[in-house]
């Protein structure tokens, strides 16, 4: 009989044991508390405090999270268990007991405290309920969208009638956190058109798009126009960009020449690009009308491409044109590259003799 009691005291104090074992292992903190418990969350900064408290089943057990001045948190603060919670304070154990002896344990795990709440039997051994929370801020609320446009006026100068010309100078910036959303873009004036550009619908906090704008006179005279970019910015929701240009009609006969090209190296590699920077400028008396710059390798096809819809007497426009080489020369051999303005031929020119640059590199492989 004697022995028989002896072994019951012993497996109550291995049950005990093996609840301790457990609690350590989860290098847990746990508190019994009759009515509260809380504790500072050094990884969110805040103070975590969970209460028991009359529930629609009884005596519950209730999580309220507070800032670092004792403030509650507002539901879009908090994350847990990876969703934002529909209100706080948040029921975490409808326990429905009258009088049930309840613990709290937290770790830290990375960014995210871990909670623990269970109750007990009044033995102090038997556990009834092990429930667990992973709770993390949602980090600081983004900064309001906000739209910068610049520049704020375009000016095409003189376009030849019959001729285009198109501006990419329009960039749309959101210096805040949050998206922009871009309602709405208008060009509105007789002879200004929208043309491409990279702005959509939205752009991203820190983000920046470009918008395109052709000028395509009709006559010789000064155009006005207008464009109008509708976003979700709040403080302001349209934002216009002015622009203008005049027509005029020139005669004469068109010069295309290569100023000025770079961006060829020593030696190259397939597979890779060669970002040639020129400038091609009309040093005759009359504008070029639409035509092409081409890149060249070793007189084959053009392996880059730049359109120009017009270049007006005297006028220079500069631009990098990407170019893809190929394997039409072999390696450690040098290969010809050529830069030719007006590379279709459309443009009747002056003289035919000045509108080419050519260079050699050596393939690296």
């Known amino acids: 009989m004697e022995a028989k009691k002896q072994k019951e005291v012993w497996m109550k104090r291995l049950k005990i044991i093996t609840v301790a074992m457990l609690v350590a292992l989860l290098c847990l903190a746990a508190t019994a508390f009759a009515g509260e418990v809380s504790f500072y969350d050094s990884v969110n900064d805040w103070i975590v405090r969970v209460y028991t408290a009359d529930g629609a089943a009884g005596l519950s057990v209730f999580m309220e999270i507070l800032d670092n001045e004792g403030e509650p948190m507002q539901p879009s603060d ?9 209100a706080l304070p948040i029921l975490i154990c409808g326990c429905g007991l009258a009088k049930p002896d309840i613990s709290v344990a937290h770790k830290f795990v990375g960014s995210e405290t871990e909670v623990y709440v269970f109750d007990t039997h009044s033995d102090g051994i038997q556990l009834h309920n092990n429930i667990r929370l992973s709770i993390n801020s949602q980090g600081p609320v983004p900064t309001p969208a906000n739209i910068s446009v610049s520049p704020t006026s375009v000016a095409f100068g003189n376009v030849n009638v019959g001729s285009s010309s198109t ?20 060009v509105t004036g007789t002879s200004f058109s929208r043309n491409g550009g990279t702005c959509s619908t939205s752009l991203a906090g820190g983000s920046s798009c470009t918008i395109g704008v052709r000028f395509q006179p009709a006559a010789a005279t000064s155009y006005a126009g207008n464009l109008a970019i509708q976003s979700s910015d709040a403080d302001t929701p349209t934002v216009n960009v002015a622009l203008s240009g005049t027509g005029v009609v020139q005669s004469g006969t068109p010069d295309l ?13 397939v597979g890779s690009t060669i970002n040639f920077s020129v400038t091609v ?20 096809s053009a392996i880059g491409t730049w359109s120009i819809d017009n270049l007006d007497a005297g006028a220079s426009l ?12 072999a390696i450690h051999t040098y290969c010809t590259f050529t830069v030719k303005a007006d590379g279709d031929n459309q443009v009747a020119e002056s003289s035919e003799s000045n509108n080419t640059w050519s260079r050699q590199s050596l393939r690296a492989r």
Request: charge should be positive; include cysteine.
């Open 257 to 269: 020449t290569l100023p000025s090209v770079s961006g060829l190296g020593s030696s190259y590699s």
């Open 281 to 300: 400028r009309n040093s005759g008396n009359g504008p070029s009308g639409p035509f092409k710059v081409k890149v060249y390798q070793s007189g084959g």
């Open 167 to 186: 501006s990419y100078a329009t960039t749309v910036r959101n210096t805040g956190e949050a998206t922009l959303m871009l309602t709405s873009i208008n």
């Open 318 to 329: 500069s631009n990098t044109v990407p170019s893809s080489p190929n394997s039409s020369c």
């Open 78 to 86: 908090v994350l847990v268990n990876g969703q934002t919670p529909s």
